[in-house]
């Protein structure tokens, strides 16, 4: 039987496989005694790492699952290969019932075509959609498609918002989250047919806050929950975003030091540097929700740190106390009806 708060961890995928996953795993357990932890992959490796940690054996298990999928792999290869790897075994406990969510570090292409053929879709999604927090004023800004779908229609982008708000209601309990398009400019006349049509979709949805159009500095502003754009410009703003703060970190080190003065006046301001620093630390807000699909899915980043990977835990865990598939279906079959 599955416990409400009950999550597989695919143990061995991403770039770091157990040397994240079984630590952040066992930090996630001591953050919040609700939580009961499926680790999935090589149990004899497994059982290896855990051997010098104390943990609850109440709530951490082990499946056994030999084999794992390569960042590399391509998903089709994976879909048909790896059916034995802890991925896919995850995937179908969650099918299964017998977890009520999934987190993995792993192949994201795998991942996304897994959970259409193992979990499939809600009724009445046509895509599923990435979407993941980006600092902000406000804490974050949700933000999809970031990378699944490259070419969407209006449809697809209205689909997104109502996604989107359902997992900002389920992760900060924000019963009108604020809903942008991403566009080249804030003014009606401008943008493609496909944003165009967009808002018009979204605007008519009574239940949905539709604030308008909305241009790439504004992601990072207090005015917007969520926002909306199809996966090729999500993904490309992400890494953007990504790219500057990492520019900004490496451009502030590289002055600080340049001089004696320099490395005086860092050591002054290093209480200040070190706040700035965790405000837009990406692992605190890892952790990408697979929308659309029949269950609670995870993406961690390939790379993750122990302490992202934790964070892409918790987030699961809220995702799951929200009732986020639940919602979504709800919302979507009262837009069918």
Same mark, same amino acid.
């Given at each position: 039987?599955?416990?409400?708060?009950?999550? !597989?961890?695919?143990?061995?995928?991403?770039?770091?496989?157990?040397?994240? @996953?079984?630590? !952040?795993?066992?930090?996630?357990?001591?953050? *919040?005694?609700?939580?009961?932890?499926?680790?999935?992959?090589?149990?004899?490796?497994?059982?290896?790492? #855990?051997?010098?940690?104390?943990?609850?054996?109440?709530?951490?298990?082990?499946?056994?699952?030999?084999?794992?999928?390569?960042?590399?792999?391509?998903?089709?290869?994976?879909? $048909?290969? /790896?059916?034995?790897?802890?991925?896919?075994? %995850?995937?179908?406990?969650?099918?299964?019932?017998?977890?009520?969510?999934?987190? @993995?570090?792993?192949?994201?292409?795998?991942?996304?075509?897994?959970?259409?053929?193992?979990?499939?879709? =809600?009724?009445?999604?046509?895509?599923?959609?990435?979407?993941?927090?980006?600092?902000? /004023?406000?804490?974050?800004? =949700?933000?999809?498609?970031?990378?699944? *779908?490259?070419?969407?229609?209006?449809?697809?982008?209205?689909?997104?918002?109502?996604?989107?708000?359902? #997992?900002?209601?389920?992760?900060? &309990?924000?019963?009108?989250? $604020? =809903?942008?398009?991403?566009? +080249?400019?804030?003014? #009606?006349?401008?943008?493609?047919?496909?944003?165009?049509?967009? %808002?018009?979709?979204? @605007? %008519?949805?009574?239940?949905?806050?539709?604030?308008?159009?909305?241009?790439?500095?504004?992601?990072?502003?207090? *005015?917007?929950?969520?926002? +909306?754009?199809?996966?090729?410009?999500?993904?490309?703003?992400?890494?953007?975003?990504? &790219?500057?703060?990492?520019?900004?970190?490496?451009?502030?080190?590289?002055?600080?030091?340049?001089?004696?003065?320099?490395?005086?006046?860092?050591?002054?301001?290093?209480?200040?540097?070190?706040?700035?620093?965790?405000?837009?630390?990406?692992?605190?807000?890892?952790?990408?929700?697979?929308?659309?699909?029949? &269950?609670? +899915?995870? /993406?961690?980043?390939?790379?993750?740190?122990?302490?992202?990977?934790?964070?892409?835990?918790?987030?699961?865990? $809220?995702?799951?106390?929200?009732?986020?598939?639940?919602?979504?279906?709800?919302?979507?079959?009262?837009?069918?009806?």
């Amino acid at each position: 039987m599955a416990s409400q708060l009950r999550l !597989a961890v695919d143990a061995m995928s991403g770039d770091h496989g157990l040397r994240s @996953s079984i630590s !952040a795993s066992l930090n996630a357990l001591n953050q *919040n005694s609700a939580l009961h932890i499926c680790l999935v992959g090589d149990e004899a490796a497994i059982r290896s790492s #855990l051997l010098a940690s104390n943990y609850d054996s109440a709530r951490l298990s082990i499946c056994h699952s030999p084999d794992v999928v390569a960042m590399d792999d391509l998903p089709s290869k994976a879909l $048909r290969y /790896k059916k034995q790897s802890s991925m896919y075994r %995850a995937l179908e406990l969650l099918r299964d019932g017998n977890v009520a969510g999934v987190v @993995s570090a792993g192949n994201t292409g795998a991942l996304v075509a897994m959970g259409c053929i193992i979990l499939d879709r =809600l009724p009445g999604v046509r895509r599923p959609a990435i979407c993941a927090p980006v600092p902000a /004023k406000n804490g974050y800004t =949700l933000m999809l498609d970031l990378g699944a *779908n490259i070419e969407c229609d209006a449809e697809h982008l209205y689909q997104f918002a109502v996604m989107g708000a359902a #997992l900002s209601n389920a992760l900060d &309990g924000r019963d009108a989250p $604020r =809903l942008a398009l991403l566009n +080249v400019g804030a003014e #009606l006349i401008k943008g493609t047919s496909v944003v165009k049509e967009a %808002a018009e979709l979204i @605007s %008519a949805d009574s239940r949905l806050n539709y604030i308008g159009f909305a241009e790439g500095n504004d992601i990072f502003s207090e *005015n917007i929950d969520v926002m +909306v754009c199809d996966g090729f410009t999500g993904n490309v703003a992400l890494k953007v975003c990504e &790219g500057t703060a990492n520019f900004i970190r490496g451009q502030l080190k590289e002055t600080f030091m340049k001089s004696l003065y320099g490395r005086l006046a860092a050591l002054v301001v290093k209480p200040v540097l070190n706040a700035f620093q965790k405000d837009i630390n990406p692992e605190r807000y890892n952790g990408a929700a697979l929308l659309g699909l029949n &269950g609670v +899915v995870i /993406k961690s980043h390939g790379g993750s740190s122990v302490k992202s990977f934790e964070a892409a835990i918790h987030q699961a865990a $809220r995702a799951v106390d929200g009732d986020l598939t639940q919602a979504i279906a709800r919302q979507l079959h009262t837009t069918e009806s």
